[in-house]
């Protein structure tokens, strides 16, 4: 009996914690975040999820661009975007429309993009840029956390 009151108080303590460190929201600083990501839409779910944590951390003040490398590249395909969707959430072609919305920049990688046959037409309908290891080390120089999804 003792030691399921003590279990109960020591789960208690992490989520006090929490709950005093979100109230404090005002004092939060801002950070720059890169979210890289290879997952296609062979796993919808992972696949959307550098977008859906990148809108989530730009809604909460935070500077996010994404770099998609490999099979994530075909996403940048409307038709591939309106076709996924991840288990509990909607396609991510509304997804992107929101990335879209909110300016956060996505960069394909240019060698994965021409080996899918990803064209400059497909980034363009979401503001993307093709990008290269030169980017990519750029923007890992930029951010305080990169994000591997």
């Not at 030691?3 to 801002?30: D, H, I, N």
């Not at 300016?103 to 394909?108: K, M």
Request: glycine share 6%.
């Amino acid at each position: 009996m003792a030691r399921r009151s003590f279990l109960r108080q020591l789960v208690a303590l992490p989520l006090v914690t929490a709950e005093s460190s979100f109230s404090q929201g005002s004092s939060r600083k801002s950070l720059n975040i890169v979210m890289k990501s290879a997952w296609g839409s062979d796993d919808p779910t992972k696949a959307a999820f550098p977008f859906l944590h990148g809108l989530a951390l730009s809604e909460a003040g935070h500077s996010v661009q994404i770099f998609l490398l490999g099979e994530a590249v075909s996403l940048m395909r409307k038709s591939v975007a309106a076709a996924v969707v991840p288990v509990g959430w909607p396609p991510l072609e509304q997804s992107l429309t929101k990335v879209v919305e909110r300016h956060i920049q996505i960069y394909a990688c240019g060698a994965c993009s021409r080996a899918r046959s990803v064209l400059q037409t497909d980034l363009d309908q979401w503001g993307a840029k093709f990008g290269n290891p030169a980017i990519f080390v750029s923007l890992v120089e930029w951010a305080n956390h990169v994000i591997t999804e």
